[in-house]
C-alpha cells in the first residue's frame, strides 16, 4: 500500500495522541485542519531505531552537546539538501525548534533590545524575544507579487535593534526567500550589526516550482551573525519527541547558545530517544519527505483550487509548508467569530489568524493544514463551503 494512502491513517489513535488543537482536543465528529501536524504515522524507519535502542534497556544520560553521530547526520543533510556547510561540532540537538528559538533569543537579547518580528509570522517569534525580556518590533510583512515585500523593512530598525527573525520557508504566508530577498536583509544587518534568527523548520516542504534558497548560499563567510533552528516536526511528523537542533557558524556564538541552553547543567537538553529518531529521519527518511511532497502537492493543487472556487474568500497557492492562508474579511467578521462559527455550524476546526497566532497582521484570515488524507482534505473543504453558504445567508452576503 502507498504510503501516503488514506487507509495508512489511523484515526483512532490520533483520536488519543493527537493534541495541540487536533484530534485529541476536539469534540467527536469535528475535523481539525489545525496545527501544522501530519495525520500520517511517522517513518517505519524510525520506529524501528526506536525499538531497537528501547529493546536494549538502556536509558542513561546522554553526552551534553547530543550524540556526535546525531549532529554528524544532521550536517550531512544541511549540506546535500540544503547547501549549508556546518560543522557538527556546531550543532547543538535539543528539545524542539520552539526551544531553539528561546535558546537563540536568551543568547543575544538584553532586557529592553528590539528584535524585528514579521507580522504575520508564526507566534514563537514574538514569544522567544518576550521570554528574553526583549521588545517585540513588529514589521507589517505584506506579500507583493507572491513574497514578502521588504521595501520599508530598514525603516524599522532602531538603535536598540539586536536582531532579526527570519522564518524561511514562511509560515503561515507559505512562501520562499528569493536570494535578493535574502541579500537585503544582510545587508541590513551587516549595516546595523544585527544578528539573524534563521527558522528552516519547513526548509523541507518545497514544492518543485521553486527551490528553497538557504540563507548561507550568501557565502558562510557572511553568515557568522546567523543562528538557525531546525526541527522535525514538520517533514516528519514526530513532534511528540520534542527534538530539534541549533546551528551557528560562529563558534563565539555556539558557545553562548550552549550556555544558554541548560544543557551543561542537564537542565535542558534533548532525550535519548529522541534523538535516535532523529537520527533514523536523517539517515533514512528523506525517500518518505519526497513521497510526501508529492503526495502533499496534490493535496495542495486541489485545496487551493477548491477554495478559489468558493464565494468571498481567497486563498494563496504555498510554495512551501502543507499550509493555506485564506482571506476570509470579505465576511466582515474577526478571523476568531468566522474560525468558531466554522466549528460550531460545520464541525471543521481550523486556525484562526489575529493577534494570538501569527500577529495582528493576520485578522480576517484563516490557515488550514493540509498534512492529510485526500478524503479528510476532501470532507473538511465540504465542510468549509457548506458553513460559507450559510454564513452568507446569515449575514444577507447571498444577494
Ligand atoms: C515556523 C515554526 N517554527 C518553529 C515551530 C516549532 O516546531 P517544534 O515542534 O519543533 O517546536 C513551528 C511549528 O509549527 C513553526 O511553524
Known amino acids: 500500500m502507498a504510503l501516503f494512502d488514506g487507509s495508512n491513517i489511523k484515526l483512532d489513535v490520533l483520536k488519543k495522541r493527537a493534541f495541540n488543537y487536533r484530534w485529541a482536543e476536539v469534540p467527536e465528529g469535528t475535523i481539525p485542519l489545525t496545527a501544522a501536524d501530519p495525520d500520517y504515522p511517522a517513518a517505519p524507519e524510525i520506529r524501528q531505531a526506536m525499538m531497537d535502542y528501547v529493546q536494549d534497556g538502556y536509558f542513561s544520560y546522554t553526552p551534553k552537546l547530543g550524540y556526535p553521530e546525531f549532529s554528524e547526520s544532521i550536517a550531512a543533510r544541511l549540506w546535500d539538501r540544503k547547501g549549508e556547510k556546518i560543522d557538527p561540532k556546531q550543532i547543538l540537538p535539543i528539545d524542539s525548534a520552539a526551544r531553539g528559538m528561546y535558546i537563540i533569543a536568551k543568547a543575544v537579547l538584553k532586557p529592553g533590545d528590539e528584535m524585528i518580528v514579521f507580522d504575520p509570522v508564526d507566534y ?24 514578502i515585500d521588504l521595501s520599508e523593512l530598514e525603516r524599522y530598525i532602531t538603535a536598540r535593534t539586536r536582531m532579526i527573525g527570519l522564518c524561511n520557508p514562511h509560515n503561515p504566508y507559505g512562501v520562499l526567500y528569493r536570494p535578493e530577498d535574502l541579500e537585503l536583509i544582510m545587508s541590513l544587518c551587516e549595516k546595523y550589526n544585527l544578528y539573524i534568527m534563521n527558522d528552516e523548520i519547513w526548509s523541507d516542504i518545497v514544492y518543485p516550482e521553486e527551490p528553497f534558497c538557504s540563507i548561507y548560499t550568501l557565502g558562510s563567510d557572511r553568515c557568522g551573525r546567523v ?16 527534538a530539534g537542533c541549533v546551528y551557528t557558524t560562529s563558534a563565539e556564538l555556539f558557545e553562548r547558545i550552549v550556555e544558554c541552553s541548560d544543557v551543561l547543567s542537564t537542565a535542558g537538553g534533548i532525550a535519548s530517544i529522541s534523538q535516535v529518531a532523529g537520527k533514523a529521519c536523517m539517515d533514512s527518511c528523506y525517500y518518505w519527505v519526497d513521497e510526501f511532497l508529492v503526495h502533499l502537492k496534490k493535496n495542495r493543487d486541489y485545496a487551493v483550487e477548491r477554495l478559489n472556487g468558493m464565494p ?3 486563498a ?84
Not at 514574538?126 to 514589521?139: I, N, Q
Not at 486556525?351 to 492529510?372: M, P, Q
Open 124 to 147: 514563537l517569534f514574538r514569544e522567544s524575544c518576550l521570554a528574553a525580556g526583549g521588545k517585540v518590533v513588529l514589521f507589517p510583512a505584506r506579500l507583493k507579487d507572491g513574497y
Open 227 to 242: 543562528m538557525s533552528v531546525f526541527g522535525f516536526s514538520k517533514s516528519f511528523g514526530i513532534a511528540g519527541l520534542r
Open 312 to 314: 468571498l474568500i481567497k
Open 316 to 399: 494563496y497557492s504555498p510554495h512551501a509548508t502543507y499550509l493555506l492562508y485564506v482571506d476570509v474579511s470579505a465576511f466582515g467578521m474577526t478571523a476568531e467569530a468566522f474560525t468558531e462559527y466554522m466549528k460550531e455550524h460545520v464541525r471543521l476546526a481550523v486556525v484562526s489568524g489575529g493577534e494570538k497566532f501569527f500577529g495582528k497582521g493576520s485578522e480576517g484570515h484563516i490557515r488550514i493544514c493540509f498534512a492529510t488524507s485526500h478524503e479528510i482534505l476532501k470532507e473538511g473543504l465540504n465542510r468549509l463551503e457548506k458553513g460559507i453558504g450559510m454564513l452568507m445567508k446569515e449575514r444577507g452576503l447571498d444577494q
